[in-house]
């Protein structure tokens, strides 16, 4: 498929975006916090892979891990470019509640939310990748380019800090 989009199959191309762009949009969308970023970075990284196809097809891998990779340098330099992360302020907006019981889910998923982005990108990726992906050990290391070893004390470091900070009710600034 990806072959034929390089010699401008247009819907070739469609196809690959249709099949991959849930997932890089969701993957960018977690590491940002932010909506606007997520959309940038999903183009960003199709744009690179018709520029940069060739090189893909080079090395032979598999293209998601690819795609996943690009979408991750690229949203490690827009965290760098803004010098830091998303504010809850510039996160998807509160549904406003009908009940207390949807009230308090909104609010623990609020604060779910900003302690993840309150973690170092290494963390994470991972925590994104396993745990709101649901991808397996192997499948986020090939996406990562690491040890499966790596992942899995990444992710057990992550979900201790994660669980710290939702335990003592810290308020994440991001």
């Not at 819907?11 to 606007?36: D, K, V």
């Not at 949807?102 to 745990?131: F, G, H, T, W």
């Not at 192997?138 to 201790?160: D, E, N, P, Y």
Request: aromatic share 6%; proline share 2%.
């Amino acid at each position: 498929m990806l072959q034929l989009s390089t010699r401008g199959d247009e819907e070739a191309f469609l196809t690959l975006y249709h099949r991959h762009q849930g997932s890089i949009f969701r993957f960018a969308l977690h590491m940002s916090g932010q909506r606007e970023t997520a959309e940038e970075v999903t183009q960003e990284v199709f744009l690179a892979l018709l520029s940069e196809s060739r090189k893909y097809l080079a090395e032979r891998g598999d293209l998601q891990a690819y795609l996943i990779g690009v979408a991750r340098n690229k949203v490690r330099r827009q965290i760098r470019q803004t010098r830091g992360f998303a504010s809850l302020a510039r996160t998807e907006p509160v549904v406003e509640a009908e009940s207390f019981e949807a009230l308090s889910k909104e609010q623990e998923a609020q604060a779910l939310r900003a302690a993840i982005l309150s973690l170092p990108p290494n963390y994470r990726e991972v925590v994104v990748l396993c745990d709101l992906e649901n991808m397996d050990y192997a499948q986020a290391a090939r996406h990562l380019g690491c040890a499966i070893g790596t992942v899995r004390s990444r992710l057990h470091r992550a979900r201790m800090i994660l669980g710290s900070k939702l335990r003592n009710g810290m308020r994440c600034r991001v």
